[in-house]
């Protein structure tokens, strides 16, 4: 390992220990969350790996999230890490103008699938811990104990669905990705991430008990 690798590893395991602090980046007006980034960014791509280290502790949970719901299961971290230091080492390709999320994610999802590919074996996806019912109101146990049947269901159903299919439906329904994040993250166009979202929604339908099956939305 390089001094500089060295080096820029050990800031972002400081900023991911100590967060941003003050306000979560999400929770602040848009305008300000976007130019506090794009300046971020414009520092990283100059060298600067504070600024760098301040986009990754932004978007470390997330990050590894879509790793693990996109297969790499307890190996997330390092494909998250080894992710990050390819992320800045790529940062003069960033296109300016362009969103610093699904640039990343798309790394994310580059990295993931060559653990996959090299592993030579499908990781089993455990999308329970990334799914949360909702909690709004005070839930009985009875309640509870049905949601958390329903949500058994449901992603078994979706793990054993094709991978395309599966992709899809995790970038946009447990990631909460937009159809444009999801074709950058997945490297698709546009076009075919409708297409494939509605299709994977018409056989998670038929997959799925009638009481659920019309839960889920209709492909469009």
């Known amino acids: 390992m390089t001094r500089n690798r060295r080096v820029l590893i050990l800031r972002l395991h400081r900023w991911n220990r100590s967060g941003s602090g003050g306000v979560p980046p999400d929770e602040r007006p848009v305008e300000e969350h976007e130019t506090d980034e794009d300046e971020a960014v414009a520092r990283a791509r100059d060298g600067d790996q504070d600024a760098y280290a301040?986009?990754?502790?932004?978007?470390?949970?997330?990050?590894?999230?879509?790793a693990y719901l996109l297969g790499a299961g307890n190996e997330a971290e390092d494909v998250v890490q080894e992710a990050f230091v390819k992320g800045y080492r790529a940062l003069g390709s960033f296109r300016d103008g362009a969103?610093?999320?699904?640039?990343?994610?798309?790394i994310v999802a580059n990295e993931t699938h060559n653990l996959r590919r090299s592993a030579r074996r499908r990781t089993t996806?455990?999308?329970?811990?990334?799914?949360?019912?909702?909690?709004?109101?005070?839930?009985?146990?009875e309640q509870s104990a049905v949601a958390?049947?329903?949500?058994?269901?449901?992603?078994?159903?979706?793990?054993?669905?094709?991978?395309?299919?599966?992709?899809?439906?995790?970038?946009?329904?447990?990631?909460?990705?937009?159809e444009s994040e999801t074709a950058q993250v997945l490297g698709w166009p546009r076009?075919?991430?409708?297409?494939?979202?509605?299709r994977a929604l018409d056989k998670l339908r038929r997959a799925l008990p009638s009481r659920l099956a019309e839960e889920v939305p209709r492909g469009r």
Do not use: I
């Not at 996806?125 to 146990?141: F, G, I, M, Q, Y």
């Not at 076009?191 to 509605?198: A, E, F, I, Q």
């Open 54 to 66: 301040r986009l990754v502790a932004r978007y470390s949970a997330l990050a590894h999230r879509t």
């Open 99 to 106: 969103a610093f999320r699904p640039w990343l994610l798309r």
């Open 125 to 141: 996806l455990e999308l329970r811990v990334a799914v949360h019912p909702d909690t709004a109101d005070p839930a009985s146990p």
């Open 148 to 178: 958390a049947d329903t949500h058994a269901v449901l992603l078994a159903a979706v793990n054993a669905m094709p991978d395309r299919d599966r992709l899809v439906l995790t970038c946009r329904y447990f990631l909460d990705l937009s």
């Open 191 to 198: 076009g075919s991430v409708k297409s494939r979202l509605s």
